[in-house]
């Protein structure tokens, strides 16, 4: 059913089913589910101020909305999925793998199966184990189970011209292939031992070690040496590779791992697949957070989209053997499913919204019980822990490769600029705030340069107050930072030779920047030459105006550095504040923030720089604590600094060894004398009484 714009309230049924909005060029743009249609549409139908900013986007990218009724929850869900895959709307959440993934195949579709690496799992009838990170951990894994099962791995064109000149390849005289093409085992055979190797490779490993290790010792007694060694080295060979699988898990353990890690833009997903306790394979995807999920929905989407490709597969195989079937029908012709597939057990990091329907739907696909639940302790819970921290990786990789890339770089500065209606910024400046309940402030700067960091250009502040003992919030903090900054830079722009002919620095091989004198001689500007000895500067470390200035936070915050640079007179240079909570991007002048689009090149160039001045501001703050917490007395000694508490440590060993010197046995130490040493006797002295007093 399909109805014009918003309906009523009263057309919606309250059943459970499934909807679909679409645009004006009647494309679906969203799909969604609901236990109950009318409770969930009428949610759409209000105020888009009430609404996340990426509902209210897509309602008002919408036109119109329809939608069907279903039976039951399972069937919503089964449908949405169907509906996802056929539509791709762009306001879905569909998680996409991070790279191309090989597999360890056997082609149980074929005649004579064939065992080998695949880099996609959808072919009917194809067992696949994994993925697996490399392809050379498939190959030694192939070559390891050549000689217990020798399966053909050779291509079918290969095959066909062995068949044809009856004659064996070098695997078939070397004993690593049955050589089914000349007819040295029969089909069937052939499809045992291939039968042979999905079984082993679904975990079902005990029974296999055990039979041969029996053989071996059979033969052994009965004489027969050679084959005893042969089954010896087939042994060694499956055990070689259990190894190269680690275990996590107790072997009667079938379970699959799924963890979750999202920031506002981008949700990461990762999986491992434990079959009798090891890690027989990985994968992650990364996608885009088009709709307003939180994580239980966003794992409950990602479950149902990776077991519904399995779903797929069921009911693609299923038609598949009705077709091919001869004879008469009968109730038990169905399409098997690999119950590996979809284990018992999948334990996730967060719980799934609508975890019951999600269970009873996998319960149904299985034959048997699915348990969904997140792990609280033992090991399960440890080895989910691995999972999540490869997620957390996973999703830091795809960012960081974002803002690396060139061409992403140039994209991202043109759209900024345009966004902002500013020129193309070059150079960014981003800058934040950390403490520990307003003790131990620390402000960052962290310098962007042509889209990547700068980090030579890095500085940190510590935040002193009016009366040095910090500022009361951050908004004064920031402000405190942006005048630091910027006096420092108009003193350095108005310094005597700033801006002057001949003046540009020249950067010697070791990175120090020499500037010439204010008035060279005509030979001196004429050739180019370096100044004479005596004639350098300080590094003009501040010298260099920002096109951009990005302050972490929202309107306060811009507003702070906006006032602490108008204070010192730098009107030219735009700011902007980005706001953690929904990305938005926040301008002086404006009552409302700029929404950039939520796969825009430079929302992920701004997130990245705030994420840095964050990382930066932290670490400048724990130091600042740390450092805090191990003063020594020689801090508040008049005359005395870093480099001169290191000479009499270094001197003396200890500071109570320092309070039994005299002055003149401390004018001794390099960099001291006999005045500056008596001072800090007295100093020693006064502080040892009110010590004791």
């Known amino acids: 059913m399909k109805v014009p714009d918003f309906p009523k309230a009263s057309e919606i049924p309250t059943q459970p089913g499934v909807y679909r909005w679409r645009d004006g060029r009647d494309r679906v743009i969203y799909v969604g589910k609901a236990k109950n249609l009318r409770n969930r549409l009428t949610s759409y139908f209000v105020d888009p101020a009430r609404l996340h900013p990426r509902t209210a986007k897509m309602v008002a990218s919408a036109a119109s909305v329809s939608w069907v009724v279903v039976g039951s929850e399972v069937e919503a869900l089964t449908l949405e999925y169907t509906w996802i895959k056929e539509h791709d709307p762009k306001f879905n959440v569909m998680f996409k793998d991070d790279k191309s993934y090989p597999y ?18 959808h072919q009917h009838g194809v067992r696949y184990f994994g993925p697996y990170t490399a392809v050379w951990a498939i190959r030694q894994t192939l070559e390891l189970l050549q000689t217990v099962f020798p399966v053909r791995t050779c291509s079918d064109g290969v095959f066909s011209q062995a068949q044809a000149a009856n004659r064996a390849c070098l695997l078939g005289y070397i004993g690593r292939c049955a050589a089914p093409c000349i007819g040295r085992v029969s ?10 190797v999905c079984d082993f490779m679904s975990g079902r490993d005990a029974g296999f070690l055990r039979e041969i290790e029996t053989a071996m010792w059979d033969d052994a007694q009965a004489y027969r040496f050679e084959d005893a060694a042969r089954k010896r080295d087939q042994l060694e ?75 797929a597969d069921l009911a693609r195989e299923g038609s598949a053997a009705r077709t091919r079937r001869v004879g008469p029908s009968s109730a038990n012709d169905t399409a098997h499913f690999d119950t590996s597939v979809i284990p018992k057990e999948i334990l996730v990091s967060v719980s799934p919204t609508d975890v019951g329907v999600l269970q009873r ?147 010697t091989a070791s990175g120090t920047e020499i500037v010439e004198t204010t008035n060279p001689s005509p030979q001196t500007a004429q050739s180019g030459a370096i100044p ?21 936070g929202a309107l306060p915050q811009v507003h702070a550095a906006r006032a602490a640079m108008d204070e010192v007179g730098v009107w030219d240079i735009p700011v902007v504040g980005l706001a953690k909570r929904l990305e938005e ?62 000479a009499l440590l270094k001197h003396f060993g200890s500071v109570k060894r320092l309070r039994e010197a005299s002055a003149s046995e401390i004018a001794q130490v390099p960099g001291f004398g006999l005045k500056t040493a008596e001072n800090l006797v007295a100093f020693l002295n006064n502080s040892g009484n009110s010590g004791k007093n």
């Open 532 to 552: 004479p000895l005596g004639t350098e500067k300080e590094p003009r470390r501040f010298s260099y105006r920002p096109d951009l200035v990005v302050v972490d």
């Open 585 to 646: 991007v926040w301008r002086v002048d404006d009552d409302f923030p700029v929404i950039f689009p939520r796969t825009s090149e430079a929302l992920y160039l701004l997130q990245y720089l705030r994420d840095e001045s964050h990382r930066f501001a932290i670490s400048a703050h724990r130091k600042k604590r740390s450092q805090a917490m191990t003063r020594s007395i020689l801090d508040a000694a008049p005359g005395v600094g870093p480099a001169r508490q290191k």
């Open 104 to 121: 360890f195949a056997v082609t149980m579709n074929q005649e004579y199966p064939r065992m080998g690496v695949l880099r996609t799992a």
């Open 187 to 196: 089909a069937a055979q052939h499809r045992e031992l291939a039968e042979k």
């Open 237 to 311: 060979a499956l055990r070689k590779v259990l190894e190269k699988n680690a275990a996590v898990l107790s072997d009667d353990t079938d379970a699959d791992l799924f963890a979750l890690e999202a920031d506002e833009l981008q949700v990461s997903v990762q999986v491992f697949y434990v079959r009798a306790g090891r890690i027989r394979g990985q994968r992650g995807w990364v996608s885009a957070r088009e709709e307003d999920l939180d994580e239980a929905s966003l794992m409950a989407r990602a479950l149902e989209q990776i077991y519904g490709e399995a779903a």
């Open 361 to 507: 739907w996998l319960s149904a696909l299985r034959g048997s019980q699915v348990s969904i639940r997140v792990p609280q302790r033992g090991a399960k819970r440890e080895a989910l822990s691995r999972v999540q921290l490869n997620a957390v990786e996973g999703l830091r990789l795809y960012k960081t490769r974002r803002a690396r890339d060139l061409t992403q770089r140039n994209l991202a500065l043109n759209e900024l600029g345009r966004l902002l209606d500013i020129d193309p910024p070059l150079r960014i400046e981003c800058y934040d705030i950390s403490h520990t309940q307003g003790t131990f402030q620390m402000g960052s700067m962290v310098v962007f340069e042509d889209g990547a960091p700068r980090k030579d250009a890095y500085r940190k502040f510590s935040i002193r107050g009016a009366d040095g003992t910090g500022t009361p919030d951050d908004t004064t903090a920031m402000n405190e930072v942006l005048r630091r900054r910027f006096e420092r830079l108009i003193q350095e722009e108005n310094s005597p030779g700033a801006g002057l002919p001949g003046t540009d620095a020249l950067a």
